[in-house]
């Protein structure tokens, strides 16, 4: 029973964290190592196929609507809660439903 609650809890506290993280406004380190994450190469801008799952509105990100975002306009999307500190690196797709039998 103990352990049940404990998961539970940490379930319902992640589901929490990640509802807030979506518009909540990060701090600096987080909007840099998130920048990292959507630009592992060290590009001067990132387009809106690499800023998905981390912007969560392109257009309003992106004011000079050039197609690509810069740093600077990152770190403001970041500041203004367009960018989620909840992007997944993807290494979990595709495993739900793997065991699973019809």
Do not use: H
Not at 35 to 64: C, H, L, R
Not at 90 to 102: E, T, V
């Amino acid at each position: 029973m103990t352990r049940y609650l404990v998961a539970t809890s940490a379930i319902a506290l992640m589901t929490a964290t990640g509802a807030l993280a979506a518009g909540q406004k990060l701090s600096q380190a987080e909007c840099d190592a998130l920048w990292m994450q959507a630009n592992p190469s060290n590009a001067a801008t990132i387009d809106e196929t690499q800023a998905k799952g981390y912007v969560t509105d392109f257009k309003a990100a992106n004011p000079d609507n050039d197609g690509t975002i810069d740093k600077a306009e990152f770190t403001k999307a970041c500041n203004n809660g367009l960018v989620s500190g909840s992007a997944s690196s993807g290494a979990g797709s595709g495993a739900s439903g793997a065991g699973s039998s019809k």
